[in-house]
């Protein structure tokens, strides 16, 4: 469903548990953490309905930084998050192959290349295991 509002809750829900610091009356400003999972990157940067983006809400504290209030990580760099962590993948892992195979298509697809994708990255039938056990061992 689009066009719901279900980014735009998100971000007033982020948002909101983020000022609960600012009540008024408290010693102790009240530090909630929050996750996030954003693969798309629609809740952390701005966008042309809301304008608003969860990566810049630290400037609502005054005196606040930066760093000590917001953390981006990625895979990929994003112009708009020069701050933002990038995560490593072991690619050579067994366990990791396909992950990192559903990266390289997300990514692939962006670039409209498309006959990369079907390939397939599981083990090989009964019948070519021991070509496949002779090429890990290289």
Known sequence: MTRT???NTTKIIAKSVFELRKKEG????????????DPNGEYANENIQDKGALKSIWKLIPKA?????VVTYGIT????DPDRILMKLNFYLD???????E???SLLNKLFVVTFRP???SK?????TERYARTRRL
């Open 5 to 7: 509002g279900k980014s």
């Open 26 to 37: 408290s010693g102790n400003p009240l530090r909630i953490g929050q996750v996030i999972f």
């Open 65 to 69: 930084k930066k760093e000590n209030e």
């Open 77 to 80: 760099s994003h112009p708009n």
């Open 95 to 101: 366990d990791n192959l396909q992950i990192g195979k």
């Open 103 to 105: 990266i390289i298509d």
């Open 119 to 121: 390939l397939g990255v």
């Open 124 to 128: 090989p039938a009964r019948a070519k």
